[in-house]
């Protein structure tokens, strides 16, 4: 398979590690300094494109690719106000998006856990349910995208709980989210039920970036030649 990595950072580069060792070759690679090279012409060398820039650039990539007709992989945070459009440029063009807020299995394994628990307390109003993140300090959203995930996951079971929250409130219905960035940390997330009698926790890890880059060419070799929108549920049959 040809891929285009649009976004050559840290996630770039540890994708190209394991798209090549699995036979892949990379056509293109465009970051800050080479915008100007992500042209129709070059992307239309790839068979897939796998994006992962950040939250101001990605609805513009996402939308060359769907727009000269490149299935896209996105892992990009933070850029969510404009994923219906996404779609609706997607539906038009009869393209292929697959967006996830985390590639890593584990943690998608983690989104499923995460529901099974949420609709298991639900009645136990006495524990109230609480979130961290952790993430390092050059990451530039905050909640992270994967912690919205989890917490929209909660607010759909819990109904005690209304909104998510990225501060400290003392409302009950609010959801906190707290956020924390320290180096080096590729990512950890918790969940936690506290009551006055005992507290549950649920956390996940991530040890190294390799678990998202791998998830992200598993997802790119699910999508080569589909069409329509798709998440990482799709890719690993959850
Ligand atoms: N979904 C997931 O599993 C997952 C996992 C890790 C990180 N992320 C997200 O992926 C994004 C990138 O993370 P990273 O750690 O690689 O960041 P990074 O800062 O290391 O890399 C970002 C790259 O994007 C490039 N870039 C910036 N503007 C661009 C533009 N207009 N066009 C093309 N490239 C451009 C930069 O030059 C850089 O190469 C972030 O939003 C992060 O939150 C998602």
Avoid at 17 to 34: F, P, Q, T
Avoid at 49 to 71: L, M, R, Y
Avoid at 100 to 120: R, T
Avoid at 212 to 224: D, I, K, M, R, T
């Amino acid at each position: 398979m040809k891929i285009a990595l649009i976004g050559y950072g840290k996630m770039g580069k540890a994708i190209e590690e394991i798209a090549v060792s699995k036979g892949h070759e990379i056509v293109l690679k465009i970051d800050a300094n080479n915008t100007s090279d992500f042209s129709k012409e070059n992307i239309q060398k790839a068979n897939v494109a796998i994006e992962f820039t950040g939250p101001d650039t990605a609805f513009e990539n996402i939308s060359k690719c769907i727009q000269w007709g490149v299935p896209v992989i996105s892992g990009s945070t933070g850029w969510l106000d404009h994923f219906e459009k996404a779609k609706k440029l997607c539906e038009e063009k009869k393209g292929c998006l697959l967006y996830a807020s985390n590639f890593s299995i584990g943690v998608n394994l983690f989104f499923e856990i995460n529901k099974q628990v949420a609709a298991l307390m639900e009645p136990y109003d006495n524990y109230n349910v609480s979130m961290t993140e952790i993430h390092h300090t050059e990451k530039k959203d905050a909640p992270s995208g994967t912690a919205i995930s989890l917490a929209e996951q909660i607010l759909a079971q819990i109904g005690r709980k209304k909104k998510w929250v990225n501060e400290i409130s003392s409302e009950t219905s609010d959801l906190i989210i707290r956020s924390e960035r320290i180096d080096p940390a590729p990512g950890t997330h918790t969940v936690s039920y506290d009551s006055p009698i005992d507290s549950i926790e649920i956390t996940h890890t991530a040890h190294t970036r390799k678990g998202f880059a791998s998830g992200a060419v598993l997802a790119a070799e699910f999508a080569n030649q589909k069409m329509g929108i798709f998440t990482m549920k799709d890719v690993l049959g959850l």
